[in-house]
């Protein structure tokens, strides 16, 4: 059996490596950016996205929003002119849950089952190989593609039908964001107070405010780091995705909606390609301004 | 030595239990509530915060917000009234940093130092002895008392001078708030996307997304139980101080603005004394209203 990886970014790379190091046979595509590495460990090269769905049984997609899964499956010599009868995709890309959705339905009418598998846990753990993978889709088919998330990821859950695994991540998005907002308030708050911000982490980290998001970003905001992670500008994409799936539904997320507009705020300073965790910035920048105004 | 300690809620009982285990002599008051079950464990009874403070060289407070601090301390038969001179006030409520300093100030003209010490965890953690506890003032005071701190709490940590301890607890608490607020609008947006939210919260929890807010609080949202835990009543008061420094300070907390008018709404509809967790009830019924009104 052979795996197609379309998608070699930040994340798909570690991603189709430790595909390779699990013993698999690969065939790999970017639109973009250079392969080499990952046929040095032993992958097959493509010409596009149609060869690697005619020469796998499995396609995995790994690529940055809606548009690009759409052009990959169903653009010019897409995924679903090259896919067999009986393959199936698995789409990790972090997408709209009505795309998801729609791809699903158009492969089908081609014999070609997909699952919707987006991932949480930034490049580290796609690395480690201890990614949260949502799945969406048929119960049979996710069980038939397990043993291959199960090398990517340390926690691999099935949610529901197709779309599901998108609408797991926005809900996991909404968390994160929202998280990073909670410390930057808090932190700028007893920061301006005169307190030292190491003591503040330390004395709260193991109370009721402990979370993954304190315990991996206040010490790189503390070192004053920003690099990504993850990027501002893919946090605006899954908010954007998150936002419209609340609209469509006609569920209220008025903290969402502010966060968004935050992070579109920090984009529009320049900050798009930084870590997430520069909300404290825009947090931070706040409170300059305001005590400049009282304080002229 | 004996140990004074006045108010016996949900919180100072067990605390005032764990001290009394560990084979402290303590003198309690409470203004309202039986102590009898403390006394049963070798405690003595006073009649007011005068008499405790008059027979005690420690003085822990642990009361529910500013007024009633001060007028343990400061009103008739206070303990500033009773207190000898070099004794210590350690007050563990939670209130605004800025009265901690303004009762430190009072007392230190009596030859009476303070701390302020308030803790984080809930009662599960008070009965364990496992709070996390975050102090504000003298670094000799502290040590003196560290070891009294440590039978309530696991992690003890020196914040800075007196009030640092209540500003550190602000800002758990603005995180506490937060953290329930984002997963209130991750789950409401993916129930009503049809998933299930015990898959959901099975998915994402060892992610990026996970805290100790969402492992504590959505087990038991999942099982509509909304019995304190923390009330919403408390958590007002902790964001209305929050609010106040942020205020005096000049540092914008929109964020923080808004979670408290969505703790404000609930207490309106008369879920004042419910754990703080019943924040998801008030999306609940934004995405009720809001779908209603587009099928009536």
Do not use: W
């Amino acid at each position: 059996m052979r795996i197609g990886f379309i998608g070699l970014g930040i994340m798909g790379r570690p991603m189709a490596k430790n595909l390779l190091r699990a013993g698999y046979s690969l065939v790999v595509y970017d639109k973009t950016a250079p392969v080499s590495d990952v046929l040095s460990l032993g992958a097959e090269g493509a010409a596009s996205n149609r060869e690697v769905a005619s020469r796998c049984d499995i396609i995995i997609t790994m690529l940055p929003n809606s548009p690009d899964v759409y052009e990959a499956v169903l653009g010019v010599d897409g995924i679903a002119f090259g896919a067999r009868d009986g393959s199936i995709l698995v789409d990790m890309s972090s997408i709209a849950p009505a795309v998801s959705r729609a791809i699903s339905g158009e492969l089908q009418t081609r014999g070609v089952a997909m699952l919707d598998a987006p991932v949480s846990g930034g490049q580290p753990k796609a690395v480690d190989g201890t990614l949260a993978i949502m799945v969406g889709g048929d119960p049979a088919v996710f069980e038939s593609v397990r043993p291959i998330l199960e090398k990517m990821g340390s926690s691999v859950t099935l949610i529901g039908p197709v779309g599901s695994g998108n609408t797991a991540k926005l809900a996991n998005q909404i968390i994160v964001a929202l998280n990073i907002a909670a410390i930057s308030e808090a932190f700028v708050l007893s920061t301006r107070a005169g307190l030292d911000p190491e003591v503040v982490f330390t004395a709260i980290k193991d109370g009721l405010a402990g979370s993954t998001v304190m315990n991996v970003k206040v010490p790189s905001i503390l070192d004053g780091n920003f690099e990504p992670g993850f990027r501002i500008q893919l946090h605006i994409k899954d908010l954007v995705n998150a936002v419209d799936t609340a609209h469509d539904l006609g569920v209220p997320v008025p903290l969402t909606d502010h966060v968004l507009e935050t992070l579109r705020e920090l984009e529009r300073e320049g900050l798009g390609a930084a870590d997430h965790s520069a909300i404290i910035r825009y947090y931070e920048e706040l409170a300059h301004t305001e005590v400049r105004r009282r304080h002229p």
